[in-house]
């Protein structure tokens, strides 16, 4: 009689496509040129679709910034480059005199610093991507802003300081405050930059650089501080054990990083995940994966086989299951002499309430060929097989079979056995392994966890069970599975979540969205490994150990309320459990739940007041004083500060292009992403849509402009430029059809009929209002980032853009250009305003600061003119005639406002200041500054590099201020001395 042994259909686990996440790779990898990634993206979106929640809009987010700060290669720069250039341009600023004496500008912060919940349906302050608790003082936190630095409380969120104002990136995407020293924080950015200060982020200093990617997790052992880890999304997972200025990748599979965490209590136990799961049992010394674990198992699959298919190669049973932990899957030859082929060890029965084993037989031919099919399990290696079932004649129930396994092990096994006389196949498939309590924990030829799928991992862990580990797994941005081990990582259950997606938008985790890993994270009790919670756009909770999770939180405030649960601004980046208090970052703001063990409408408290971390877009600022502004930010909608200084929200999604009526400043108009207009009529109480022309959808930013002459007359710029003249009830096109949505669209003040509009690199022009097709100019190199027409002169235009001489002027409407690079840094000219106040000036706003030149005089050089203002990408500059202020929407610190330039100024403020005194000069271990005004002044020392040595603000010099110079190096000094108005260098010596 011949045996026929039975095949087996193995289902290869579903991992991402190469095109699904090959463009936010190459955004992190920062080697691609822009170009690059948008023709990558393109095809990805084109396959996936644009909708909310494919993640169309974070991506968006990116694109306009990088065109905007992109060099004349079409790369972003790194942001060490910028740090060497802050550094150079402070030392050609201290060495330069005639600097020293100029207006400097005097910049005061008009927030936001707290959100007001009117018509806007998701307020916050800005987005908190990081949170570091100090453990043994929860009144000590550090929160960072996605592009507004570092901020720190010393009394549980009440009041806030910003710690990096003076930095050269403000990009935050970890913070860790030292275990051993609480004055010691790390602070991880972009590009694989991390920062440290040793004086509580008083000064920083760039640490190390581990290549490319977001450092989006720094862990410092407890025990000792000089062994770090940190994840590197793009990057990999590295190790370091000098306090972090060398790193090393911890596993040659380690090229993506999400998470690492210590085993609670055993340092010297680490786990870590990227794409993979990896895990260390000697302090990091080595690390292994799933991928090492199965290495011994691999030669029973073929290579480059389509399927995981069986080789011969274990036959005569020379490979020894490997025990205790995985599923070992035998094909028995023969019932009284079997030989065995081996897929995967032993599956994990520990917990298990009732376990039952699924399958179907397909392809049967059941006749004298088939004598017997038989299932058999046994406990142990060595163990006696038992038989389960046995099928002798083909039946109904050949198909998706269902059999109880006896839960007598932890170790079990199953042979699943085909006996035939004669050579005809038998296959079997969608075999399975459930547990009501554990859920699945073999499917379709694998287990459930080994190996874990591809997508991002996140980790929790809990000291009051140090062996449970869970893994929250993203797939495709959506939930993707949530995994369990009780022994420390050596293997996992993967949880039966069936269809639920709580990384979406729904409160029954039924919808198709969500963006992780950019929203995505963890959290355990520490006095309950059992409470879980998880987040994505909203957050969930679980107390079985991640069985089921339920909502804690939703988006719209509203909602909220009406379900009972917290508010929480939507999109959750990290999530802290600090002893019985639960701390979020999401994308309005920090958030904390004092009681996170009872969910209610008061669930979340917002700790964000006082955050001045508003990432806008672009201002509006009506010509009337007191000001009124409307601006648009970031995830936070739009905003209006009204005449008694007071913020109030208007409108909700991503605010754009926003401008107060020129006539009437309880008029206010707006937009969202893509080209969505929208009007109020009683300053932001209240709002209404306004009909896109022809249904357009524009850029991500649409242009979006009032007549400057005429009322009621407004212009929107999509592939072709519209006009209304009864404020937007309808529309008529003005210009030729364009290649492509304007970027940029600019009306003249003196002659409404002048208008230049932007696509790119291109500049069209026209003299009639459109009448005519619009010209186009040409004599500038880069992509145009601003236009600015000068407000008496239509003739006169300066351009901002992306090449090499950043700033252009035409004085004879575009028909030639002059350069005005000058002596501007090597920063991104981003925003432009003219006033023909003080010699014709000229501001222009960077990615680092303001500048002014007075163009009436041909031998003039760009000024500073940023005292006070923090080291932030400007977005957009405007100037109110009617009071003389010029003010800066920024992307990450708010909007700020100053006076203007003012020649006269200059000589007396330096005077003021140059009366403060250094003594003794030259110093050794100390240097006092004395002052007779009782006024208070910010004092920022830079060595001779231009490197900031010292920083502290808010200081009265009357009574004498001491500095400890005692970790000064021997050299020249420049002390930087400000008020909000006034601006003097003074030089120090160090001996």
Not at 208 to 222: A, C, F, Q, R
Not at 329 to 340: A, E, G, K, S
Request: charged share 15%.
């Amino acid at each position: 009689m011949k045996h026929y042994y039975i095949s087996l259909l193995f289902i290869i686990c579903f991992t991402f496509p190469t095109w699904s996440q090959e463009y936010k790779e190459m955004i992190i990898k920062s080697t691609y040129s822009v170009q690059e990634i948008q023709a990558k993206a393109e095809e990805h979106f084109a396959i996936v679709g644009k909708e909310r929640g494919k993640g169309y809009k974070p991506y968006k987010r990116w694109e306009y910034n990088a065109l905007r700060n992109m060099d004349e290669s079409g790369h972003l720069k790194s942001p060490d480059f910028y740090y060497s250039e802050l550094e150079r341009y402070n030392r050609y600023r201290n060495n330069n005199n005639v600097l020293a004496r100029n207006n400097q500008g005097g910049w005061e912060e008009l927030g936001p610093t707290y959100w007001d919940d009117t018509s806007g349906w998701n307020p916050g302050v800005g987005r908190i991507t990081s949170v570091s608790v100090e453990s043994n003082n929860t009144n000590h936190i550090i929160v960072g802003g996605a592009s507004g630095g570092v901020w720190k409380t010393i009394d549980g969120g009440a009041n806030w300081t910003v710690l990096t104002d003076n930095m050269s990136n403000l990009i935050v995407s970890s913070l860790t405050i030292n275990p051993l020293d609480n004055t010691n924080y790390f602070w991880g950015s972009s590009n694989g930059t991390i920062f440290t200060s040793t004086d509580s982020g008083s000064t920083w200093t760039l640490l190390s650089d581990t290549g490319s990617g977001n450092v989006n997790k720094i862990l410092i052992d407890p025990t000792d501080a000089t062994k770090m880890f940190c994840s590197v999304q793009g990057g990999g997972i590295y190790k370091s054990t000098d306090s972090g200025v060398n790193w090393t990748i911890i596993h040659p599979l380690a090229t993506n990083g999400y998470d690492v965490e210590f085993k609670p209590g055993n340092t010297n136990v680490i786990y870590a995940t990227g794409s993979k799961f990896f895990k260390s049992i000697d302090g990091g010394v080595t690390f292994t994966t799933e991928d090492d674990v199965l290495s011994v198992y691999q030669q029973q699959y073929v290579s480059g086989a389509t399927s995981w298919q069986f080789a011969t190669s274990n036959l005569d049973n020379s490979v020894t299951p490997k025990t205790g932990n995985g599923l070992g899957l035998f094909y028995i030859t023969d019932f009284t002499n079997p030989v065995t082929r081996l897929i995967p060890p032993a599956v994990n029965l520990t917990g298990a309430t009732a376990p039952k084993l699924k399958f179907s037989y397909t392809n049967v031919n059941w006749d004298d060929d088939i004598d017997e099919l038989r299932v058999l399990y046994k406990t142990s290696v060595g163990g006696t097989w038992t038989v389960l079932a046995t099928y002798t004649t083909e039946a109904s129930t050949w198909q998706d079979i269902t059999i109880d396994l006896p839960n007598q092990s932890s170790e079990y096994y199953v042979a699943l056995e085909g006996k035939s006389n004669y050579g005809r196949g038998v296959t079997l498939d969608d075999i399975s392994i459930v547990d009501v309590t554990l859920g699945t924990l073999f499917e379709n030829g694998f287990e459930s966890n080994l190996p874990l799928s591809t997508g991002p991992k996140m980790m929790g862990v809990s000291p009051n069970d140090p062996n449970i580990v869970y893994i929250l797994e993203a797939k495709n941005g959506k939930f993707g599975a949530f995994y369990k081990s009780i022994n420390s990582g050596d293997t996992f259950v993967k949880l039966n979540h069936g269809n639920k997606n709580y990384f979406g938008y729904s409160s029954l985790a039924d919808d198709d969205r969500g963006q992780a890993p950019r929203d995505m994270d963890i959290a355990v009790n520490p006095n309950d490994a059992n409470d879980v919670h998880i987040a994505g756009i909203l957050s969930w909770r679980s107390t079985n150990g991640g069985q089921n999770f339920s909502i804690t939180s939703q988006w719209v405030p509203q909602d909220a309320a009406n379900q009972n649960i917290g508010y929480c601004h939507a999109d959750i980046d990290i999530m802290e459990y600090v002893g019985e208090k639960l701390y979020v970052g999401s994308d309005g703001g920090i958030f904390v739940a004092e009681n996170p063990l009872v969910v209610n409408s008061n669930y979340f408290t917002d700790l964000s007041t006082g955050l001045g971390i508003k990432q806008f877009y672009k201002i509006g600022v009506s010509q009337t004083s007191p000001e009124v502004i409307s601006a648009g930010s970031q995830d936070n909608g739009s905003s209006v500060y009204n005449s008694l200084g007071n913020w109030k929200d208007w409108l909700g999604a991503d605010g754009m292009e926003s401008f107060v009526d020129k006539n009437n400043s309880n008029i206010l108009y707006g937009t969202t992403q893509q080209g969505s207009l929208y009007k109020s009529t009683n300053q932001g109480t209240s709002y209404f849509g306004l009909a896109s022309p022809e249904d357009k959808s524009g850029n991500w930013i649409t242009p979006f402009e009032q007549d400057p002459i005429v009322q009621n007359t407004i212009y929107s710029g999509y592939d072709k430029v519209y006009k209304s003249t009864n404020g937007g009830n309808s529309w008529v096109s003005i210009s030729q059809l364009f290649a492509g949505n304007l970027d940029h669209l600019k009306i003249a003040p003196s002659n409404n009929n002048i208008m230049f509009a932007a696509i790119g690199g291109s500049l069209y022009k026209t003299i009639d209002g459109g009448a005519t097709n619009w010209v186009a100019l040409n004599g500038f190199a880069g992509s145009i980032n601003s236009i600015a027409i000068h407000p008496t002169d239509a003739n006169k235009i300066a351009i901002a853009t992306t090449g090499n001489q950043k700033v252009y002027i035409s004085t004879d409407g575009g028909t030639n250009w002059t350069s005005y690079l000058k002596n501007l840094p090597n920063f991104s000219a981003l925003a432009l305003v003219w006033t023909n106040y003080q010699q014709e000036g000229l501001y222009v706003g960077m990615n680092y600061g303001v500048f002014y030149i007075a163009t009436a005089d041909p031998l003039a050089e760009w000024q500073p003119f940023s005292n006070n203002l923090p080291n932030v990408q400007i977005s957009e500059l405007e100037i109110n005639t009617a009071n003389n202020k010029i003010y800066a929407g920024t992307f990450g610190r708010g909007l700020w406002k100053s006076n203007l330039f003012e020649t006269a100024l200059s000589i007396d403020n330096f005077d003021a200041l140059n009366t403060i005194t250094l003594f003794p000069n030259p110093a050794t271990n100390k240097v006092n500054l004395k002052w007779n005004e009782n006024e208070n002044v910010t004092i920022k020392i830079y060595d001779a590099s231009g490197k900031l040595v010292y920083y502290t603000k808010d200081k009265n010099l009357i009574n004498t201020f001491e500095v400890n110079t005692s970790s000064f190096t021997s050299g020249l000094y420049f002390v930087n001395i400000n008020t909000i108005d006034k601006f003097v260098i003074k030089k120090l010596i160090i001996e």
